[in-house]
């Protein structure tokens, strides 16, 4: 038994199912890699070494200098379009100017931004975009209450992806289109983790609070499961068993950790010293995240999801305390009503225009302050990577962000005349 279940493991674990599936989808190789994979398999074969490594071709695991560290899949989304386009206009220009030539081609331009969609969900786009939605717009209870679940799965997801190192899947065979996160270990998948526990967690607190069909919520949370999982594949970041680890791995979080989610809400809104405390947790919690051997995104992705997420309960303890958040007449179950369509556009847009405008300042500021204390440049992208600047830089920043999304903009939206129904989404 042990013996086959270790089998069907390794076979999950293979490469070649990831390279099968990004050609059924249209993500093929370009003729000069197919020479290059060639004659790297005859030069393995004479030394009698099968093994492929990462360092092969592709990106290694150490970051190219020139590469922005503040880009995210909608941008990298982009530059791929971009490149195509140039490409069919002047080939050979752009082989002589473009020093990061693609190491493939794509033939389905609907499943590329398909899979880049249902990819990005899971990504920093995807966290700035829901939960000043959901708290604006329609309950920041439950917001709040999803931030701590998803700081607590993505904290554990990405250390146990550092402390077991297990690498990507190895390319060749398969193309690796999301380079940002190419340094980064691939087991268990985060990505899956995200897309499993947090459209979970969303309907089950809501089911909670509201009274809908329970099988609805739950399809669709399975239906963006396996969109994002199957992403991470076409993408070419992770192996089947990587997504199919990190599912069961949030599915026992969630076991673990949803009892106490009230209870850690509850504490947030009665305790006036908790902002201190968040803020001292998630500074403790960056110093204990397991040490690198080379530098990967894991660190400064976990720092803005600890600091997104302990602005966000802070901000909570402030509202409570200056008398803002009041309990609502009856108890749940509440009926769902719409909200009022234009206001909530007009409130995401003023929003938005504010958290941006918050990220470009704070970021700046804590970005030349930190570097300025250790004499860094801060122009120099190498310092961003530095433990003493990285860690300061993202955590300040999101912290900000996360602070402003759930008090300073609600406050700005009630002194204008245009905040929500406040009555039972807050407690």
């Known amino acids: 038994m042990w013996n086959s279940l270790r089998s069907y493991v390794i076979w999950l674990h293979e490469p070649g199912h990831v390279a099968r599936f990004q050609q059924y989808f249209g993500v093929l190789p370009k003729s000069n890699r197919i020479v290059t994979l060639n004659a790297n398999n005859l030069n393995k074969n004479n030394n009698n070494n099968n093994i492929i490594n990462d360092d092969d071709y592709d990106y290694k695991r150490i ?43 794509i033939t389905s331009w609907f499943w590329y931004y398909f899979f880049q969609f249902g990819a990005a969900l ?44 297990i690498p990507r899947p190895s390319s060749p065979p398969v193309l690796k289109l999301e380079k940002r996160y190419v340094e980064e270990y691939g087991f268990p998948s985060t990505h899956a983790m995200f897309a ?11 089911l909670q609070r509201y009274d809908f069909n329970m ?57 006036s010293f908790a902002p201190i405390l968040n803020f001292s947790i998630g500074i403790l919690l960056i110093k204990c995240y397991p040490s690198l051997k080379l530098w990967s995104t894991a660190r400064s992705d976990t720092t803005v999801i600890l600091g997104s997420a302990f602005g966000l309960c802070s901000a909570t303890t402030a509202m409570h305390q200056i008398g803002l958040l009041e309990k609502p007449l009856a108890p749940p179950l509440y009926s769902i009503i719409a909200p009022n369509l234009g206001l909530c556009i007009v409130r995401t847009i003023l929003g938005m225009i504010f958290i941006y405008a918050t990220r470009q300042i704070v970021k700046t500021v804590a970005l030349r302050a930190t570097c300025s204390i250790y004499g860094l440049d801060w122009k120099n992208p190498e310092s961003k990577r530095l433990a003493k600047v990285e860690m300061p830089y993202y955590y300040l920043t999101y912290f900000a962000i996360g602070f402003n999304i759930s008090f300073t903009c609600p406050l700005f939206f009630r002194a204008i005349g245009i905040n929500r129904d406040y009555s039972y989404t807050e407690l």
């Not at 099988?215 to 969109?227: F, K, N, Q, T, Y």
Request: aromatic share 14%.
């Open 196 to 206: 499993a526990g947090i459209p979970l967690s969303l309907v089950l607190l809501s």
């Open 122 to 165: 899971g990504n920093e786009i995807f966290y700035i975009l829901f939960f000043p939605t959901w708290i604006w717009n329609v309950d920041g209870a439950v917001a709040r209450k999803i931030s701590i679940l998803w700081a607590f799965f993505m904290y554990i997801g990405q250390a146990t992806k550092d402390i077991l190192a």
């Open 215 to 271: 099988w609805i919520g739950l399809v669709a949370a399975a239906i963006v499961c396996v969109w994002v999982c199957l992403s991470r594949i076409y993408l070419g970041m992770h192996t089947f068993l990587d997504i199919i680890a990190g599912t069961i791995y949030a599915l026992i979080l969630i076991y673990i950790m949803f009892p106490y989610v009230h209870s850690i809400d509850n504490f947030q809104l009665t305790h």
């Open 63 to 105: 970051p190219d200098e020139n590469r922005d560290y503040d880009s995210n899949v909608l941008d990298e989304c982009i530059e791929e379009r971009k490149h195509s386009a140039n490409q069919n206009q002047n080939q050979n220009q752009n082989e002589e100017n473009n020093s990061s030539e693609l190491d493939y081609k």
